[in-house]
């Protein structure tokens, strides 16, 4: 059917105002034009921009092809989110305004067309496309027959306009990582030389707008296994490997030290090995809150809360390894099923209810990797567990701040928590929550990801600039006097962004800390 025949069978139909984004080289920064389109409920979204060419601006720039989610050229986001404008449909829309936007991280060629080469540039060494023939004659990549596997991909590029690492480095594209994998999966390419093995993150903003559900998260680990296998790791990367293989901790630091910060807690806290009846919750303390100094603070509050809430709560102390899931997904899955080893058989010799931990990495190994080898336990992220029971706090104080919240990655994308922190940061007195651009199921990640905690020296030098300093500075665009966080990674990640950025009057505080605080326990009461 013709573009005219289509828009004279729609034309019955009900009506629709799209804003559309426009730009033409020359311009400095996007202007938005309203088009009423007509539509059925047959109608996508690519055949509404198709209309507004026709009827009303033959000048508005958009591409597509196949218009049935084969080609992957139409990519466009709507309201912010990554969609094919072919398969999405004009009356599944949200209510409310509706904004088309090109796709970012690519540069724009106009309106809503951008492009795509260089991403393809990043494609072609993994051997997905055929070497251009120098003698006229056609042949295939060497490999490239080996990689059947790579079929789902529709080199759209969704997922490089979603991908935090492509917003501060123009040169990743995951699309290339996923080609990558699926050549060296064949041993038909190496990866060695190619540092953008270590910088995603494992954040999932992929996995959530990619059209054929490729999961990096999956495909990132099992390429790095590789990679480890081979005795490929960066030195900063292995030296964590080596530390928590040694002290089951990625610090290095002295387990016997693990339950130091207790002591000035200010209440009781049972160490399971000096007093092993049985206890309700067991505190499961992970690395950063048991031996960072900003951790320590966090576990010190959340230790008084506990504590002031009459909760039965004894901890592992010396006995506590780390649950090593950020180093499964660094490629070190041999030390993530040694650790978690020693972990099933120290929490066998106690008795417990549930395990509540601070830690989103963590809790992710605890809830979606130990029940695949047969543990299960009953497991909160600490957010879950004082949710219920804010209603029975009693607070001391008001603390009268304008507080923005980042989901942590682990805790929000990859186990669909984003309602616990919320529901706790607005029953304190006197918080303003306000809410960044980027945030619950499009939060932007802090880097701090499937090891990237641990490769700052290798990352830094490919982005322009840190994935923690571009989320402060979006918190700071909020106008907000703390930036709330409930992931150990994220204290001194932001803590030192907001240095870094020249943003020192942003307070970054664990949601515990500011419970503690208003619940007239901590230092800063
Ligand atoms: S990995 Fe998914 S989102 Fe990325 S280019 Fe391929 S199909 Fe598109
Ligand atoms: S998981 Fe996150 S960092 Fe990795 S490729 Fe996907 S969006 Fe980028
Ligand atoms: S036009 Fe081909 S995927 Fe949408």
Known sequence: MSAVEQLAETEAGQTRTLRVSRWKPGDTLPHYEEFTVSYDERT??????????????????????????????????????????????????????????????????????????????????????PVRPTDGVSRPAPGVKQLTQFQDCLECGLCASACPVSSVDPGFFPAA????????????????????????????????????????????????????????????????????????????????????????????????????????????????????PRGQTAARAFARILSTLGVDFGILGPEEKTLGDSQRLAGEKGLFEALMDDVVATLGRYQFNRIVTPDPHGFNALVKEYPKRGHQYQVLHYTQFLAPLVDRIDWKKRLDVTVTFHDPCYLGRHNGEYDAPRRLLQAIPGVRLVEMGRCRENGYCCGGGGGGMWLDSLTKDYMSERLSERRVREAAATGADVLAVCCPYEVSLFEDAAKSTGNDHLAVRDIVELIDEAMGNGAGA
């Open 177 to 292: 990582l996923w080609a990558a994998a699926a050549a060296v999966e064949q041993r038909g390419a190496n990866l060695s030389e190619d540092d953008a093995l270590w910088l995603c993150t494992t954040c999932a903003n992929c996995l959530r707008v990619c059209p054929e559900g490729i999961d990096m998260t999956q495909v990132m680990p099992a390429i790095r296994e590789v990679a480890v296998g081979d005795g490929r790791v960066p030195a900063e990367l292995q030296d964590v490997f080596e530390k928590s293989f040694r002290y089951g901790n990625c610090l290095g630091e002295n387990p016997r030290r693990r339950h130091a910060w207790t002591r000035d807690a200010g209440v009781d806290v049972r160490v399971l090995p000096n007093d092993p009846a049985p206890v309700d919750v067991l505190f499961y303390v992970e690395d950063y809150w048991s031996y960072h």
């Open 44 to 129: 996508a979204l690519v055949e509404a921009l198709r209309q507004i060419r026709l009827r009303e601006d033959p000048s508005l720039m958009i591409r597509h092809s196949c218009l049935h989610g084969s080609c992957g050229t139409c990519g466009v986001r709507v309201n912010g989110r990554e969609v094919l404008g072919c398969l999405t449909q004009v009356a599944d829309l949200p209510p409310g305004p509706v904004t088309v936007e090109p796709l970012e991280n690519a540069p724009l060629l106009g309106d809503l067309v951008v492009d795509m080469a260089p991403a393809y540039r990043r494609i072609e060494p993994a051997g997905l496309f």
